[in-house]
Nanobody, 125 residues
Framework: EVQLVESGGGLAQAGGSLRLSCAAS????????IGWFRQAPGKEREIVSC????????YYSDSAKGRFTISSDNAKNTVYLRMNNLKPEDTAAYYC??????????????????WGQGTQVTVSS
């Protein structure tokens, strides 16, 4: 059974940093696309970043570029999202999602069959 467990969320001040972790299990960590999505109250879910097992292809949304860094540790079956220079508008529930049938980074959440339970990020001004 594929499981994704997020951690690392919490409260941060504007300008601060957090590192989210997505610990994956239940599949061989060699073919995957793992994305970070977020959803703020009253807003639609949106892609933040994605990393592919194929040559480490990475995608960032415009809001994440220059501030967030996605990385993977294949030895630990974990994907990280380092978030720097946080802004109040980054406040949301953050979810990692996996597609283990391909390494294509899709911006659409519907293309990811497996999801974690989410971790809350709250940024105060």
């Amino acid at each position: 059974e594929v499981q994704l467990v997020e951690s690392g969320g919490g409260l941060a001040q504007a300008g601060g940093s957090l590192r989210l972790s997505c610990a994956a299990s239940g599949f061989t960590f060699d073919t995957y696309a793992i994305g970070w999505f977020r959803q703020a109250p009253g807003k639609e879910r949106e892609i933040v970043s994605c990393i592919s097992s194929h040559d480490g292809i990475i995608y960032y949304s415009d809001s994440a570029k220059g501030r967030f860094t996605i990385s993977s540790d294949n030895a630990k079956n974990t994907v990280y999202l380092r978030m720097n220079n946080l802004k109040p508008e980054d406040t949301a529930a953050y979810y990692c999602a996996a597609d283990i049938s391909s390494y294509y980074c899709s911006i659409f959440g519907s293309n990811y069959p497996h999801w974690g339970q989410g971790t809350q990020v709250t940024v105060s001004s």
